[in-house]
């Protein structure tokens, strides 16, 4: 393998790293996405049970209150937009996104492994190649 190809070699191995890296950032943002729904559902069950819930104001801050109307929920659905369901429709859409959101991971998982052996492939041929031009002592 000449020079040019060694280093074409090396740097597609650091894309490839790079793109693993990115793929494990998006992992641990959906984890964190689907722990924070399944806290939700939660949530919303627990509320049927009883009037008095914890509400969350941000950085681990809550304050007690009492829910007075316990038919109806806002769901966000996008661009600032709130639609009203009764509690069992938003568990239900809450359980979706996760399902949808779990099926992602799994595609993200596929896709590091395969790069993974993309990168132990490469990794070889460079080792390979650096091997044979070092000269011994």
């Known amino acids: 393998m ?4 060694l280093q074409e070699k090396i740097l597609q191995y650091r894309i ?3 793109r693993v890296e990115t793929l494990n950032k998006q992992l641990n943002l959906i984890s964190a996405k689907i722990e924070e729904l399944e806290h939700t559902k939660n949530g ?4 049927e049970k009883c009037n008095q819930l ?3 104001l941000g950085s681990e801050v809550y304050v007690k209150g009492e ?6 929920v806002f769901v966000g659905i996008g661009a600032n937009i709130f639609i009203e369901k009764t509690f069992e429709e938003a568990i239900q859409v809450l359980k979706k996104r996760k399902e949808e959101l779990e099926k992602i991971v799994q595609q993200i998982q596929s896709e590091i492994s ?3 052996s993309v990168l132990q492939q490469i990794g070889r041929e460079i080792k390979k190649e650096v091997d044979k031009n070092v000269q011994p002592v």
Do not use: A, I, Y
């Open 44 to 47: 919303l069950e627990e509320l």
């Open 114 to 116: 395969n790069l993974l």
């Open 67 to 72: 829910v007075t109307d316990k038919k109806k």
């Open 54 to 56: 914890n509400f969350s």
């Open 2 to 5: 000449e020079k040019s190809r």
């Open 16 to 18: 490839l790293e790079s």
